[in-house]
């Protein structure tokens, strides 16, 4: 069993729609969740970096993050075709300097 | 204010030629990872060097790989003997020294192996 578990998709959705990103993991003592974008062929982009268990938001993503359960999800809101990209979640344990463990990411079209 | 380097962008290598990849972290950063992408996968955990130091080298391959951050000058991640399955993407991503977990990302290098 994978660390981290991330439906691979694709996902398509028609512009304007609620898209919701989401990744299951396994090891509790990850304490640090992020979320990158990564268009074709380039590097993977920041977008959000959460710390334990709670919700952030910035413009039309939001981040969740639930310990309990052990699953993260990406909300975004009035998607817009610019927003098609693989997303990839990551995760790493306690100490702020320390390697980030991957989902597969999952691939998201915005049609439209 | 410059963002992660790395170059080349692309390189070919024939089996049994050596392959270097650099990496050129942030400005202020001090803290550098390398992770390599196979087609179809997420971003794997290679290597994390602080100036002159190897931190935590738990995903490189046993043989054939070596890494390095010297105090003057780029990361390298170095690869010897190529064969085919080393055909991939290799990240860098850089951390400033304290107080952020954020690690942010080159454009990275896609080595192809003939």
């Known amino acids: 069993q994978k660390e981290v578990e991330q439906d691979p998709g694709p996902l398509s959705v028609p512009e304007g729609a609620i898209v919701s990103l989401n990744c299951t993991y396994s090891?509790?003592?990850?304490?640090?969740f992020m979320w990158y974008r990564q268009y074709s062929r380039k590097g993977p982009e920041l977008l959000m970096y959460?710390?334990?268990?709670g919700n952030k938001e910035d413009g039309r993503f939001t981040a969740q993050v639930d310990k309990s359960s052990k699953y993260i999800s990406l909300f975004i809101r009035d998607s817009q075709p610019s927003d098609s990209a693989t997303y990839l979640c990551a995760m790493k344990g306690t100490g702020t300097a320390s390697k980030l463990t991957f989902g597969t990411g999952t691939r998201l079209q915005v049609t439209l | 204010n410059a963002g992660v380097m790395q170059n080349p962008r692309h390189l070919v290598r024939r089996r049994g030629q050596e392959a270097r990849l650099r990496c050129s972290p942030m400005k202020g950063h001090s803290h550098v990872y390398w992770y390599r992408q196979l087609p179809e996968e997420g971003l794997k955990f290679m290597v994390y060097l602080q100036k002159e130091n190897i931190i935590d080298e738990s995903g490189m391959p046993k043989e054939r790989f070596s890494a390095e951050f010297p105090k003057e000058g780029p990361s390298i991640l170095r690869i010897q003997q190529v064969v085919r399955g080393d055909s991939a993407a290799y990240f860098c991503a850089s951390s400033p020294p304290t107080g952020s977990a954020e690690q942010f990302f080159g454009p990275g290098t896609r080595l192809t192996v003939l």
């Open positions: 090891n509790s003592a990850f304490q640090y």
């Open positions: 959460t710390y334990s268990s």
